[in-house]
């Protein structure tokens, strides 16, 4: 039996994670694990290498993951197999997603990069190599860092889950400007530890490495178990002059780093527009609590503020921005504490309440910068729903005098429109993961944009004598990050003369620098381990984020020209962005495709209306498409939008549905049951312990139907999370995502997990009960769960859906009348008069007449 080795890295501008999953004690060797990082001016160039030995006498397969930031861009890849080496091509995507559509539909595999969580992204590729045969992995990817509070942070989580004969973790960091402070911190770190821990560190380089021993790496001396688990953490700073910065430049090109410090902070005119929708209830809504209890008491006393709620309506805290004064404080705390989740979603109305209040405010400081903080978990479904409208109405309601920040939280909002929608307001966009730290990640964002002091700052240089300059105007400059600004020199220039201007809460400011060309380029010669061409390849890495970030907002025709611009530097420097993808060729010719996800790649899908008064039912990813518009005389049933975790009105199909079907054992009948969802909205509904199964459901906010099942088996130890918008398999702490979108299947142990596009999701092991659900999309997206093979059940089951499965009698009818409407049935010893009617049949398609049933009414 062909065995299984998981070797995983992850690693981002300021995280690497490396781990290897084991199934058992391998035959094949990992026998060395290298990351070579060189962190140079903020720019990171990383190289993970992995050497692994098959030392059994048969084949196996070895498997190499990577999570890398998610801005990061992937530069190279290869593999080599005795001596062979298949390297990575980057190509433009549209070509190579065009060769790969052709190499999938003769059975070849998907492709290797796909979006983790909030920070990371995972790069995943297997092979076979033959017995006694060795492959070397080898991924290089680069990013430039960015300066978050004041530090730059490289965190490595360690998690090799074996000992490693070589292994070794190498940061190099140069930064010509001086290093300020570093320091390194760990969670597993023993004694024995820490004397293969060595950092080297002078006025401007640094070298840390960590290089265990075998003996080191062991809990003891006769366990072969591993000690490295946890965090290693290393942390720095650069020194700053209180000049215009500090300019850097490599052959012909430039980089300019500017981060002012001990300057006065503007006074902030801040307005909080939350969402209290009914898909905000429970967890969402209490973390939101949390957090902005938390922010409040951050507010400076010279800060004015207010806040705006919302679901169908939109509800003002006060009619005008308040001074942050201890009484005011604690008055809002009070509003905050009371916040309760229920109703629709008007962002527009808030939003531009929201602008209003502002326009009328009155007694703010003349100096001082207003922003809006939208906090949103979901769409618009109350007011104007179309967000082209609302980016429309906003943007001119703003004009440009107000910053707008949008953060969504979790995944049914449309991260798209959110960020399409603050970046062209002068804000960010920011999704909050639904993890147990979502409060902090609230409070975190607050501080990185609660200490503003600059605004409008222009960064000048010699028009005639420099190419390519990247983004050089700014909104606004916070206090511990940095702006950054690279082009390229033409050759005849001696010296760079540049000149900042910008305002600080004080007074309006003028500030120069010169650089002399030549002993700027001195700085980085014969630096050993320094990648000499770097600020080019760092000034070809700024110029495509911000042409892409610029085209998220660009009317259609100039969004083509800026990506096409992006796509030209993507191929000239081999960068896998959106728009280019690494073709990895292995053995037998077989190719795989890594492409770059966005943010707005990983959502739900979407049912926003854009475009126009009509819309197409499904989502924009991962949901089916109607082509079909809805008008005329049907257009009163398409009217509401679909969101399950919404208060939406009720459509008379969706009565038609019951929650739950199933068949009697031994019996030829239906029965519908339905839940009483004031009781709970998570029911427990069927466990078998002889089966090793249970499954649970979640019944929707607004909608009487279950919008998620989770199905738990012991043996495997698997868990299956079902949703209406994707299909979560986790095993051993490894989690992998299933789309409605395609057809597709996964089978760990002998559990088969099978998706039919757009239709079911199955779950099945021998010699236990199939489990099948359902996908309903209209007029809400829900999901209906049903059995098969269902004698296989135990007498031991039960659950509110389990107990019909071994205690349920449904009274026969003496008179044998097919026609009653009435029967009793008798459940677990209750007996209860259940009714016949008929019921659309969610096993079946959209379009199956309806079904005759008993329907039966229960509170768990």
């Known amino acids: 039996m062909e065995q299984r080795t998981l070797l995983a890295l992850m690693v981002f501008s300021s995280l690497i994670i490396l781990s290897e999953t084991i199934d058992q004690k391998p035959a094949i ?9 060189k962190v140079t001016s903020r720019f990171a160039h990383t190289v993970i290498t992995s050497k692994i030995v098959n030392r059994a006498n048969e084949s196996q397969e070895a498997t190499f993951e990577v999570e890398l930031p998610k801005t990061a861009f992937i530069t190279n890849f290869s593999m080599s197999i005795d001596g062979e080496v298949y390297p990575g091509i980057i190509k433009e995507k549209a070509a190579a997603q065009n060769e790969y559509d052709t190499a999938v539909s003769q059975g070849q595999s998907a492709g290797l990069v796909k979006i983790t969580d909030r920070k990371l992204e995972k790069f995943h590729v297997s092979v076979n190599i033959a017995a006694t045969s060795k492959v070397t992995f080898e991924l290089t990817y680069e990013e430039l860092l960015k300066r978050q509070l004041g530090k730059y942070e490289l965190l490595i989580k360690v998690q090799p889950k074996q000992l490693v004969k070589h292994f070794q973790i190498d940061v190099h960091i140069f930064e010509p400007q001086g290093i300020h402070f570093l320091e390194t911190d760990s969670t597993f770190m023993t004694n024995e530890l820490t004397e293969a821990l060595t950092t080297v560190q002078n006025e401007t380089k640094a070298h840390i490495s960590f290089k265990p021993t075998l003996d080191q790496q062991k809990k003891n001396s006769e366990l072969g178990e591993t000690l490295l688990n946890g965090d290693f953490v290393v942390r720095y700073d650069v020194k700053r002059e209180a000049t215009a910065g500090d300019i850097q430049i490599v052959n012909g090109y430039f980089v300019h780093y500017f981060a002012p410090q001990e300057m006065p902070v503007f006074p902030k005119n ?14 969402k809504i209490e973390q939101t609590r949390d957090a902005l209890l938390k922010i409040l008491q951050d507010l400076r006393p010279e800060d004015h503020f207010s806040f705006i709620t919302f679901n169908n309506k939109v509800v003002e805290w006060k009619s005008s921005l308040l001074p942050a004064t201890e009484e005011n404080v604690a008055s809002a705390a009070a509003l905050v504490q009371t916040l309760t989740a229920r109703g629709g979603t008007d962002i527009n109305g808030a939003l531009l309440t929201a602008v209003g209040m502002l326009e009328q405010a009155e007694g703010l400081p003349e100096r001082s910068v207003s922003m809006i903080i939208l906090l949103t978990d979901g769409q618009p479904t109350s007011g104007e729903r179309n967000v082209e409208v609302i980016q429309e109405n906003v943007q001119k309601a703003i004009n440009g005098k107000y910053a707008l920040f949008c953060l969504g939280f979790g995944f049914d909002v449309s991260y798209k429109f959110l960020e399409k929608m603050a970046l062209s307001n002068g804000g960010i966009a920011r999704r909050i993961y639904e993890n147990a730290d979502a409060a902090l990640q609230l409070q975190g964002f607050y501080q990185e944009v609660a200490t503003p002091i600059l605004m409008q700052i222009e960064m000048q240089y010699p028009e005639n004598s420099i190419e390519g300059l990247t983004k050089n105007n700014f909104k606004l400059f916070f206090e511990g990050s940095e702006i950054i600004v690279s082009g390229k020199i033409s050759d005849e220039l001696e010296l760079l003369p540049v000149e900042i201007k910008a305002q600080s809460h004080t007074s309006n400011l003028t500030l120069t620098e010169e650089a002399n060309v030549k002993e700027k380029e001195q700085v980085f010669q014969n630096q050993k381990y320094i990648f000499g061409n770097f600020i080019e390849r760092l000034w070809a890495y700024l110029n495509i984020q911000q042409l892409l970030e610029k085209a998220i ?4 025709e100039d969004q083509k020209a800026l990506e096409a611009q992006a796509l030209d530097l993507s191929l000239q420097y081999s960068f896998v962005t959106p728009l280019t993808s690494m073709v990895v060729t292995k053995p037998q010719q077989q190719e795989e495709l890594a492409n770059k996800p966005t943010e707005a790649d990983n959502e739900k899908p979407s049912s926003l209306p854009a475009g126009g008064t009509h819309r197409l039912m499904g989502g924009l990813r991962g949901g089916r498409r109607h082509s079909e518009l809805q008008t005329g005389s049907n257009r009163k049933m398409f009217s509401t939008v679909s969101r399950f975790r919404e208060a939406v009105i009720a459509q008379p199909i969706a009565n038609e549905y019951p929650q739950l079907l199933l068949q009697l054992p031994r019996q030829n009948e239906r029965i519908c049951l339905n839940i009483d969802k004031r009781a709970q909205t998570s029911v427990h509904l069927l466990s078998d312990p002889e089966q090793g199964l249970t499954v649970t459901g979640k019944l929707g906010h607004g909608i009487n139907h279950f919008v998620q099942f989770d199905i738990n088996y012991v043996n495997p130890p698997v868990q299956i999370h079902v949703y209406t918008h994707a299909i979560l398999v986790s095993y051993n702490n490894n989690n992998s995502w299933l789309s409605w979108a395609k057809s597709a299947s996964s089978t760990i142990q002998g559990l088969r997990v099978s998706v039919e596009k757009e239709r079911s999701v199955t779950a099945s092991l ?8 359902s996908l309903v999309r209209f007029p809400d997206d829900f999901l209906g769960l049903y059995f098969l093979d269902t004698e296989r059940f135990s007498d031991k089951v039960t659950g509110v859906l389990g107990q019909f499965y071994s205690k349920a009698q449904l009274e026969s009818d003496s008179s044998n009348d097919q026609s009653a409407v009435e029967r009793l049935l008798r459940v677990s010893g209750s007996e209860h008069k259940v009714s016949r009617l ?6 079946l398609k959209s379009d199956s007449e309806p079904v005759s049933c008993w329907s039966i009414d229960l509170t768990p």
Do not use: N, W
Request: aromatic residues 8%; charged residues 30%.
């Open 553 to 556: 907002s660009a009317q259609e």
């Open 838 to 843: 008929h019921k659309k049949d969610y096993r």
């Open 270 to 283: 801040v307005i909080f527009v939350i969402d209290r929708s009914g898909s905000m209830t429970g967890r």
């Open 29 to 37: 060797e990992i026998y060395s694990l290298h990351v070579d990082c």
């Open 766 to 773: 021998p010699d236990t009960v199939t489990v099948k659900i």
